[in-house]
């Protein structure tokens, strides 16, 4: 009885020490910015994404109608709320904290930005940073862009990512980059996601026998991680730089889908002799009713 008295306690004390937990926002988070200045469209696409995802248990800002949890969700008009910099919103949002649900999976950066900003329209003090560093990705200008090159030596594909930072463009160093392959279902990644180096390029190598269409072209597709500084950057072009891949086309060969020469002979002779089986099998016992009709009136006589 004691023991379990004691492990209840033990439960009991743990959850406390969890609940009561200091939230703690790595540095590097707690600076980041938003890549776009709010305006009344993010505001508003905010507060869509807000009463969908959050108001169930933050409820309607500034009316401190929040549901009874332990510990309990802020009002997002509160001091509380309102004093966390804008990337220690964002870090909380994306990871949550039990009772909180992650929203990393569920939200994409740019969403979680959007309801940052929703948030921040119940604080009249509020004044947006912009971001000013060069440098670095948690410093990006706006319009990131990506070029793509191909290096037939060493059969490796160069992106270059640059991006305009107080009007003059600049390569992006230190931010990850991840290269696909366009497919029938979905995208293929290439190589593992890499870092711009100083000048903002970044290599990957590529497959040798990775196959292509007829003559070998394949869609290359290059995405920027960082989605909380860039937003959604991609880039995509089209390079012969595959396996040329014949595929057949359908009406070829005989096949059950192909409309000239119909169904394969295989299939046309086990289907033929399954049906007479059959009937046969049919045959057989009538005959055998028969046989068995004329022994009875036999007897009869
Ligand atoms: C299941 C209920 C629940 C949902 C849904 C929820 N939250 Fe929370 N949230 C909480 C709780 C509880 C806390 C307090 C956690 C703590 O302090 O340990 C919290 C804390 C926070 C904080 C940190 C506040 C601080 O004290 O620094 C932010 C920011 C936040 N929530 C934003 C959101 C946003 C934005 C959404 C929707 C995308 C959301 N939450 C959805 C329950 C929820």
Redesign the pocket.
């Known amino acids: 009885m004691i023991k379990r008295y004691l492990s209840l306690l033990i439960i009991v004390l743990i959850s406390l020490h969890l ?1 009561a ?1 200091e ?1 703690v926002v790595p540095a590097e988070n707690g600076a980041r910015l938003s890549p776009f200045a709010f305006s009344d469209s993010t505001r508003k696409a905010g507060a869509e ?2 009463n969908t ?2 108001k ?3 409820g309607d800002p500034g009316k401190n109608n929040v ?1 009874k ?6 009002d ?1 008009a509160s001091a ?2 309102q ?2 910099p804008d990337g ?2 964002h870090f ?2 994306a990871e ?6 992650s ?1 990393k999976n ?2 994409s950066s740019v969403n ?1 930005w959007q ?2 900003s929703y ?1 921040r329209s119940f604080n009249d003090k509020y004044v947006q940073k912009t971001q000013t560093k060069p440098g670095g990705s948690g410093a990006a200008g706006e319009n990131a862009k990506i070029k793509i090159a191909w290096l037939k030596e060493t059969h490796q594909v160069q992106t270059f990512i640059s991006a305009t930072k107080e009007k003059v463009i600049q390569p992006v160093a230190g931010t990850e980059v991840k290269l696909f392959v366009k497919r029938y279902f979905g995208n293929l990644p290439i190589d593992e996601a890499r870092n711009t180096d100083a000048e903002g390029k970044a290599l990957f190598s590529f497959p040798k026998d990775l196959p292509g269409d007829s003559a070998g072209f394949v869609q290359l597709i290059v995405k920027l991680s960082d989605e909380a500084a860039f937003g959604e950057v991609k880039a995509d072009t089209t390079l012969a730089i595959a396996l040329p891949t014949y595929r057949p086309p359908l009406n070829e060969k005989r096949a059950m889908w192909n409309v000239v020469q119909k169904a394969p002979i295989w299939l046309l002779l086990a289907y033929t002799f399954s049906v007479l089986a059959a009937w046969g099998f049919i045959i057989y016992v009538f005959l055998q009713i028969r046989v068995i009709y004329r022994a009875g009136i036999r007897k009869d006589q």
């Open positions: 609940s937990q939230w994404l807000y995802n959050c169930s248990c933050h549901i949890l332990v510990p309990p969700p802020p997002p509380k709320m004093s966390n220690a919103l909380k949002i949550g904290k039990t009772p909180m649900p929203f569920i939200l979680i309801i940052i948030i």
